[in-house]
Structure formats: C-alpha cells, structure tokens
C-alpha cells in the first residue's frame, strides 16, 4: 500500500504534464472534450433513472387498469401512479371520453378517441426522446474532435522537432505521446454516448409498443363502458 500513492501521484503529475505541455490548442480540444463527456454522463444517469422508474411504474398502473371495474375507478387510482407514461395517455383518452359522454352519455367517435390517444402516445415519447440528440451528437463528434487535437498536437511536435534540428525518437516521442491523448480522450467521451444511445433507443422502442397496445385495451375498456 505505501508504494499506490507515490505511483498515482506520478502518473497524475505526468498526464498534467503533457496536457500543460499540448499547448493553448491542446488544452482547448481537451476542454472541450471533458465537456462532452461530462454533460453526456449528466443525460445517461438522468435517462437511466427516468426509464428505471418509469418501467417499474408502468407495470404497477397497467396492473390497476386491468383489474378496475370501469374507467372512473382508473381515474380515481391513478393519481398514486402520476409519473407513469401510460397514466399520461390515460389523461388524454379519458377526456375525449368525457367530452363525448357529456353531451350523448355514449361514445359517438371512437376515431376522435383514437387520435386522442395517439397523441398522448407521441406527447410522452417525445419526453422520453428528449436529450437523445445530446448523446448521438457526443457519439458522432468526440472521435472527430479528439483526432482534430491529435493532428493538432502532431502538427505542434514536428514543428518543435524542425526548431530544435534533432531527428532522434526521444525529442520527438513527447509531443506525439500528448498528441494522442487527444484521440483516447474523445474516445472514452463517444464510447459511452454510443452504447447508452442505443440502449436507451431500445427501451423509447419498447415503451413504445407498450403504450400503443395501453390505447388499444383503453378503446376496449372505452367501448364497454360506455359503447352502444
């Protein structure tokens, strides 16, 4: 144990070293860089926590829906399970309901209903999408940034190199060593943006589904209640 701390110290001292050494446009792209990184893992623990929980409320509302008598004691009970993207579409189907009961006491459009719940559906995908284009964007162009800072810090060695009018490895090595730290460190930023863009897609994929077969046990549950 006594020997981690000089060795993470020495590690720590020279990748500050070379970052120090890369140059105001080094520095920059590598700024850059943490940036992207950081605002993409703010989205992927905040889209994480959102479709954990939105998954585990899911299934607790569809399980009230299926065994409630009518549409008025699903309206009652679902204000315990408010966050749940099927409750929002919900909302939206039980007031074209309202609104056509009111006036006949039956239902009198089902295709006004539909689209009634079709657009809840797209309402709460679109929360569900939003700060994806954040993470397609860290997948797309970190890697892009990353190589710009190594051609960059390349560009800075060689020119380094012709004024110092030494051809051997070791004056050269440095420069070209911080240069790719460039590369690596956009890689670690798109890498994560990538795997969790594509999970994520999958789960806005699936709640999807879900809410599309939520409308059509809405209509069903609709029609007997209040149907001719």
């Excluded at 446009?25 to 943490?34: Q, S, Y």
């Excluded at 623990?45 to 009230?64: D, E, H, P, V």
Aim: charged content about 20%.
């Amino acid at each position: 144990m006594s020997f981690q701390a000089p060795i993470a110290l020495l590690l720590q001292t020279d990748i500050l070293d070379m970052v120090q050494h890369g140059g105001p446009m080094g520095m920059a792209v590598l700024g850059l860089l943490v940036c992207f990184s950081v605002y993409s893992w703010t989205v992927i623990f905040a889209k994480w926590n959102t479709f954990r929980g939105a998954r585990r409320i899911n299934a607790r509302f569809l399980r009230a829906f299926r065994k409630a008598p009518g549409l008025e004691a699903v309206m009652v009970a679902s204000e315990q399970y408010r966050p749940s993207p099927l409750v929002a579409v919900f909302d939206f189907g039980y007031e074209e309901v309202e609104r056509q009961v009111k006036g006949k006491g039956k239902l009198t459009n089902r295709m006004a209903l539909e689209r009634s719940l079709q657009l809840g559906v797209s309402e709460e995908l679109a929360k569900l999408e939003r700060n994806m284009d954040k993470l397609a964007t860290t997948a797309t162009v970190t890697p892009f940034v990353g190589l710009l800072g190594t051609v960059l810090g390349i560009i800075r060695a060689f020119l380094d190199l012709s004024q110092l009018g030494s051809t051997s490895l070791r004056t050269v090595g440095p420069g070209i060593a911080v240069a790719l730290v460039a590369t690596a460190v956009g890689l670690a930023a798109a890498i994560p943006a990538a795997i969790f863009y594509n999970l994520f897609g999958n789960r806005i994929r699936e709640m999807g589904a879900r809410m599309d077969d939520f409308t059509l046990e809405f209509l069903n549950m609709a029609e007997r209640s209040f149907g001719e």
